[in-house]
């Protein structure tokens, strides 16, 4: 079979893998690499070389650089803004969205929308608005800001990689702000001013993730009788007996002292008062199997969900959180952890079904309770994001922020007057940090964001393969029939379009691997300016608006916002259409076809 025939059905099934979504991206494109390197597509010795492109080692140094920026304090003004501004739902919506957008051109757009999200569920609740509103918003601004920079996206990233390695030079840092800058800036008005009001309210003003949850309706406090089987157990061992029952024993009183968070070995003595979180039907089963005693449920004594000891918490499962996929009575959360698991919600409406048997998905949100330092230790061993204020740093220094800002501005210096290139610059930075003590060593591996570093060295080397295999001209041929008697404005229109459309089922990132060569080679045959193509495809790759799963800003906000996968089109269609109307021109200009 021909070469180019092979990796065209291995590229299929990778396309299909991604779109069928049971397997996280970094297995298909593992799968992929090892599929082509299997057919001698691509040479064992040059398997992995993926993981020391520069497009690689670039977008691991950026997402360190962002935890380091917001670690530090560096962007705590924001805060201040945002609540200054929202007066007014357009106001709010314009400071959100600009900010955001502009947070993204310089460190990685989620990294900008984690940051914003506790902002705007905090300003939100204080005007009496509507998450629904401004949580898109939010989300669309802080992926349109990363289209200004080289830094601001991973496709831009690769783009430009991809141009130093087949052109010779690479884009420079601001090289995507002509472009970029003028979508993003129209892009946001658009959404500030007009589009927020296409989207469907899930949400009404002033209501949290609490309000979701009602859990303080599902708590009861339940009384030990002395004539209770449970007399003499352990904790443990109730858990285990019911096992077949939906309910949760969180927290307890023992003789008027309070444990929010008990160990698993205490032994039950009678008079002691259990508290308990589950459906009416289940603590009814509870309370008469084992002879116990409810206490008036409308007095459920609420310091024990929010005490100085423990606290309820919100928190969102972030796209290739560790938890994604797997059941709630897989997870460890109390035996490892020490917390509890009260409740879940989807799509902004709480989960009421039987809890163990629940699997979690990206942009769910969790009810966990527990001590504050118990709940950031599980926010980062899961990939969850608090919902919450955010907390002050602990082991911030006074002028972290100021030494953070100065490096990062040197770093972006050097790279944008060619003294060094971005890669060096931004590890220079890293180190430096290091030495400072502005991020802690031990955290550094943490705040990489594996999956899509592990996405990009499997899926760099197939995209080489496609055009060594003959692939790509195959292609191209087939699409320049297709158009044949076009102009070349159009179809540098198409390619957008496709790109775009991509890039709305699949990652960003492995859209601009997989287009770029397509861009490239159409370019050459039509003996057009490459770079024009090239930068429609950093804009397409970017532009991912029409589905929660095309980007991962989009999957964030899907809990929290109590969106259906269907509302994205209704502001994502009318802005896509937006975006080409503006780049086209824009690209042409700056980058013209001949």
């Known amino acids: ?211 979701f949850f009602e859990i303080e309706s599902y708590v009861s406090e339940i009384k030990v009788t002395k004539d209770s089987s449970l007399v003499g157990k352990t904790i443990k061992e109730i858990e285990e007996a019911t096992e077949d029952l939906d309910i949760v024993l969180f927290s307890l009183i023992h003789k008027k002292q309070r444990f929010t968070t008990p160990s698993q070995n205490y032994v039950i003595e009678k008079s002691d008062i259990l508290l308990i979180e589950g459906g009416p039907e289940a603590i009814d089963k509870f309370v008469s199997k084992y002879s116990l005693e409810i206490v008036a449920p409308e007095k459920v004594d609420k310091k024990i969900l929010h005490s100085d000891e423990a606290e309820t918490y919100e928190v969102v499962v972030q796209p290739r959180s560790s938890i994604e996929g797997r059941l709630v009575q897989n997870l460890a959360f109390r035996r490892r952890f020490g917390v509890n698991l009260l409740g879940v919600s989807r799509q902004g409406r709480p989960y009421r079904g039987r809890l163990k048997s629940f699997r979690i998905n990206a942009g769910d949100v969790l009810l966990i309770h527990g001590s504050p330092e118990l709940i950031s230790e599980i926010n980062a061993s899961y990939g969850l994001l608090p919902l919450a204020e955010r907390q002050f740093e602990v082991g911030r220094k006074k002028y972290d922020a100021l030494f953070a800002l100065g490096i990062f501005s040197v770093a972006i210096a050097l790279s944008t007057f060619n003294y ?46 496609l055009e060594t295999s003959g692939a790509t001209a195959l292609l191209v041929d087939g699409l320049l029939s297709i158009a044949k008697g076009l102009s070349p404005i159009f179809i540098l229109a198409i390619i957008l379009i496709i790109t775009m459309t991509l890039s709305d089922i699949l990652n960003n990132a492995a859209t601009a691997i997989l287009m770029a060569p397509l861009a490239l080679s159409i370019a050459q045959k039509l003996q057009a300016n490459p770079d024009s193509f090239l930068m429609a495809v950093a804009v397409g790759a970017s532009c991912a608006f029409l589905t929660p799963i095309g980007h991962q800003n989009n999957a964030l906000i899907l809990g929290p916002g109590g969106y259906k996968f269907g509302d994205y089109w209704i502001l994502g269609l009318p802005l896509e259409i937006i975006i080409v109307l503006v780049s086209i021109p824009m690209i042409s200009i700056v980058f013209p076809l001949y």
């Open 1 to 211: 079979m021909p070469d180019h025939i092979i990796i065209l059905i291995i590229l299929a099934a990778i396309l299909a893998l991604f779109i069928w979504g049971k397997y996280r991206y970094d297995v298909v494109a593992i799968f992929g690499l090892l599929a082509t390197v299997v057919t001698g597509l691509v040479p064992a010795t040059k398997a992995f070389t993926g993981f020391a492109s520069p497009a690689t080692i670039t977008v691991a140094l950026v997402l360190i650089l962002s935890y380091a920026l917001t670690r530090s304090g560096a962007t705590d003004f924001i805060d201040k803004i945002v609540n200054k501004a929202s007066g007014r739902p357009t106001t709010h919506i314009i400071a959100l969205a600009f900010l955001a957008g502009a947070l993204s051109m310089f460190i990685n757009n989620v990294a900008a929308l984690a940051l914003f999200i506790p902002i705007a569920i905090n300003s939100a609740r204080s005007a009496n608005r509507s998450l629904s509103c401004i949580l898109m918003p939010l989300s669309f601004g802080s992926i349109l800001g990363g289209l200004v920079t080289l830094i601001g996206t991973p496709p831009n990233i690769i783009i430009s990689s991809y141009r130093q390695t087949n052109i010779g030079s690479p884009f420079n840092m601001f090289d995507f702000a002509p472009v970029g800058g003028t979508v993003a800036l129209i892009g946001i008005l658009f959404i500030s001013l007009v589009g927020w009001r296409f989207i469907r309210v899930r949400i009404k003003g002033g209501e949290s993730k609490a309000d």
């Open 420 to 465: 060094l290139s971005i890669q060096i610059a931004l590890a220079i930075a890293v180190l430096a940090m290091i030495v400072l003590r502005i991020i802690p060593l031990r955290e550094i591996y943490y705040k990489v964001d594996w999956p899509i570093i592990v996405l990009l060295g499997a899926m760099i080397p197939v995209g080489q393969a």
